[in-house]
């Protein structure tokens, strides 16, 4: 076993993330961050962190705009793979997945949207009158 090079980061225990509920202002940007949708809430309102699917990866911490996001040790002084079940792990890689493949039908799905309006205009559009030259 090969130790982990320092340079790609450190061994740290188990964390996730917590969210402020009196700082949040509910801009949703740390919903978009999160590769395994753990965070809840809507636009304008407080958001929640679901504890048992965040994975700790700090992504949702870097676009927070009013810094209310922290992280919690949850596994003591375990770290590394010590710190994580089996049965984590998958349901995290299962959660990424799914998130992956839900971001992937949402932007094709505004790419058919977009381009069945931009047929409709086309079919829709007529040119003006040419301006007369005076």
């Not at 940007?29 to 965040?54: E, N, W, Y």
């Not at 994975?55 to 705009?65: D, F, H, Q, R």
Request: include cysteine; hydrophobic fraction near 35%; aromatic fraction near 4%.
């Amino acid at each position: 076993v090969l130790a982990l090079n320092p340079k790609h980061g450190q061994e740290v225990p188990l964390q996730v993330a917590l969210i402020d509920e009196a700082g949040c202002i509910g801009c949703t940007l740390c919903i978009k961050a999160c590769p395994v949708d753990s965070i809840m809430g809507a636009p304008k309102l407080m958001h929640t962190v679901l504890p048992q699917a965040c994975t700790g990866c700090e992504l949702c911490i870097a676009v927070c705009p009013v810094d209310c996001i922290s992280l919690n040790d949850i596994s003591g002084q375990r770290t590394g793979w010590q710190a994580w079940s089996q049965e984590r792990a998958d349901e995290s890689r299962q959660r990424y997945a799914f998130h992956r493949a839900r971001t992937q039908r949402d932007h094709d799905e505004n790419e058919t949207r977009l381009a069945t309006q931009g047929a409709l205009k086309r079919a829709n559009w007529t040119a003006p009158p040419k301006a007369e030259l005076s």
